[in-house]
Every structure is written in structure tokens, then in C-alpha cells.
């Protein structure tokens, strides 16, 4: 039977070692899964990465952007300061010089008109000046005059010092006043059209910005009487405010939603993020390329070294990458040694064993073991 057995394995090696050997291919964790795995985490460390620095650079664009606004706003509030500058300093100039006071002195409580030369002078002197007045802590509104005298009006005087300020907002009356003092109690109040705001306003370079100019009195909602720039901005929330000295006014700036880091900066951002993302890559493939190399070196000295030892592969090794699965079962071809040939080698070793074992120690074997006759021995059923 052992005989057979061998014949007809010998038969079938033989048959196996002419056919054409195909790489196995087995499951389970295996070096390139690892790999993937860990490419998978890298690439979502990237991601995360990438929109972690998109929302530093859009915030550094809402920085650079509101910062922008800002310097807008205050270049503008400073050429509208220097402009109110130069018509005080102007009004001023007129009001002190002496003829002009020897006539203020001259002016009854109840009149409310300046004298012809101070009027003649101020009319030549200042553009766009619509109303000239004489107010004091008795006068009373007057709608009789253009544009009519209001409240408003007569408490600009009470101020510190002289201020513009809008009145009649939204009428056909809309104009600028402000007031300055000729005496302990009476002041001089000039009206101005609000086209004189424009022109002023008109001298700013807004660029690609939406300017507003308007009023806003404690929590009231601003008043915008002059707008200057790109109009498409006009609804535009997010604005940098500027208080105008001697003024009630404040200037608002609004600028496009656009990208305003310089090419030098955008090209620096780019380049970084390029670098870091060539290191990653390289550092990867690297990697990788070390450990197959180190991975081929040691298993061909594996290989080798069982090749020369006679090391008993029958019993199945605790591999848990498929890589060196292959490997033992190439290590296993190399000693000869097939898995049917252990089938069939551990079958001819049990049949031996049972050939070899003595029949006192088989168990389906029973020896009856009778005592020997002697001359000497009596038998025991002797007939007496």
C-alpha cells in the first residue's frame, strides 16, 4: 500500500513540475494595503492642511482688504478736514479783519442781517453760500427766510466751536450750516449748499472704492447726502468709518471683494505650499522604495539560509503579511517539501509505525500464553 502511495505521488509532482508555475495571490494585510493606508491618512492630513491655509490667506485678504478701506477713509476724511480748514480759516480772516468788526459793533440786539460790506465780501469770498444770519440766545425760527431758520439752526451756535452740520435732510432745503461768534452772545451763521460737499468730495481719488459721506447723530441712522466711486458698492455692509474733524460728518469706504495680496505675496504663498507638497511626495516614494529594497534583501537571505538548513516546514508559521506568505511557501518548494508531499509522507509514516509495532501491543491482537508441561508436573484431574 506504501508503495502505491509513493507512486502515485511521485506522479503527481511530476505532473505539477511541468506545468507552469503562476504567482500565487494571497489575502489578507499585505505591505501595499499598509501603504495605501497610510497615503489615505496623509492625503486627508493635506486636505486638511490645504483648507486650514485657504482660511489664513482669506482672512489675511479681509485683513488686508479692511485695512485697505481704512486708509481710504481717513486720506478722505483728511482732504474733506483740509478743505473745512481753509473755509474757516477764510470766514475767520473776514470776520477779524477791523473794518468789518467796527461795523458788527454797530448792529442792533434784533437785527438779524449783517451789515452790506460784510455780506458783499463774504458773497464774493466763499462759493455757494446761500444764507447769512445773526443769531442769539433770543431769536427765534424763521421760515420766511430761504432756506427757513430752524431750531437746528439756532442751537449750532451753542457748540464749542465752529462745526458743520447738515440740516433739512432729504427736502428742497437741505443745506450745511455753521456758525461763528462775533460777540459774547450773538454768532454769525453761514448756510451752504451740499454741493459744496460734493466738490469736495469729488477731489478724492476713490480708485475702484464707493465713498459715502453722510451724517449720523448718537443712535439715529445715518444720513448719506454725497457718494462718490464705483456705485456698484453701494450696498455694501462691510464699510471702514472716519469721523471728520469739525465736522457731524463721517466717511464711509467700500471695497470689492477681490484678492488683494500683491503678486509677490501670492507667488511666495504658492511656492510654499508647492515645496511642502514636492517634500511629501518625495519623502513618500522614498520610503517606499527603501522598504521593498530592504524587504527583497532580507528575504533572499532567508531564502537562502533555509535552503542550506534542513528546518522542518510541515507545521503552518503565525505570517500575517501576504508578502512573506509567498515566501514561505517558495521556502517550502525550495526544501522540496509540497503539501501534498506532507500528506502523503505523514500517511507512509503511520503505516510504518504500525508495521513496526510488536503484536503485544496491538490492540486487536489477543495472545492466550498456556503454562508448559513438565515430566515432572502432575497433571490436576488425576483419577484416583
Given amino acids: 500500500m506504501s508503495l502505491f502511495n509513493r507512486g502515485a505521488h511521485k506522479k503527481r509532482k511530476a505532473k505539477k513540475e511541468a506545468e507552469p508555475r503562476k504567482s500565487a495571490q494571497f489575502s489578507g494585510l499585505s505591505i501595499g494595503k499598509i501603504l495605501w493606508a497610510g497615503f489615505l491618512v496623509i492625503a486627508i492630513i493635506t486636505l486638511l492642511s490645504a483648507y486650514s491655509s485657504y482660511l489664513l490667506y482669506a482672512e489675511r485678504i479681509d485683513e488686508n482688504r479692511t485695512d485697505r478701506q481704512q486708509a481710504i477713509a481717513e486720506r478722505a476724511a483728511a482732504v474733506f478736514s483740509a478743505k473745512l480748514s481753509m473755509l474757516t480759516a477764510s470766514i475767520k480772516r473776514t470776520i477779524n479783519d477791523p473794518a468789518i468788526q467796527s461795523e458788527l459793533k454797530g448792529i442792533s440786539v434784533d437785527q438779524i442781517s449783517p451789515p452790506e460790506t460784510l455780506q458783499r465780501r463774504l458773497n464774493n469770498q466763499l462759493h455757494l453760500l446761500i444764507r447769512q444770519v445773526i443769531v ?16 437746528a439752526c439756532l442751537e449750532l451756535p451753542s457748540l464749542n466751536k465752529p462745526t458743520l452740520e447738515l440740516h433739512r435732510f432729504g427736502t428742497a432745503d437741505q443745506h450745511l450750516d455753521i456758525a461763528f461768534p462775533i460777540s459774547n452772545s450773538r454768532s454769525l451763521l453761514l448756510s451752504f449748499d451740499t454741493k459744496l460737499a460734493h466738490q469736495w468730495l469729488n477731489t478724492i481719488n476713490s480708485g475702484d472704492s464707493y465713498i459715502r459721506l453722510q451724517q449720523q447723530i448718537a443712535s439715529n441712522a445715518p444720513l448719506i447726502f454725497g457718494q462718490t466711486g464705483n456705485h456698484r458698492l453701494a450696498g455694501a455692509r462691510n464699510s471702514a468709518m ?140 488425576e483419577k484416583k
Fill in 136 to 151: 442769539g440766545p433770543d431769536t427765534l425760527p424763521n421760515d420766511k427766510i430761504s432756506p427757513p431758520l430752524s431750531y
Fill in 242 to 381: 472716519q469721523s471728520i474733524a469739525g465736522t457731524q460728518f463721517q466717511v464711509a469706504v467700500s471695497l470689492p471683494e477681490v484678492e488683494l495680496l500683491t503678486q509677490s505675496e501670492r507667488i511666495l504663498y504658492f511656492v510654499n505650499f508647492g515645496v511642502a507638497l514636492l517634500l511629501i511626495a518625495l519623502t513618500l516614494a522614498a520610503s517606499l522604495i527603501t522598504v521593498r529594497l530592504i524587504l527583497r534583501k532580507d528575504l533572499r537571505t532567508v531564502g537562502s539560509l533555509i535552503k542550506r538548513s534542513p528546518i522542518n516546514m510541515h507545521h503552518i508559521l503565525p505570517i500575517k503579511l501576504a508578502e512573506l506568505r509567498g515566501c514561505a511557501n517558495e521556502i517550502k518548494r525550495q526544501l522540496g517539501i509540497e503539501q501534498d508531499e506532507i500528506d502523503s509522507s505523514a500517511t507512509e509514516n503511520s503505516n510504518h509505525a504500525n508495521d513496526e509495532i510488536s503484536p503485544l501491543f496491538k490492540p486487536d491482537i489477543v495472545v492466550n500464553v498456556e503454562p508448559a508441561v513438565t515430566p515432572d508436573s502432575e497433571p490436576t484431574n
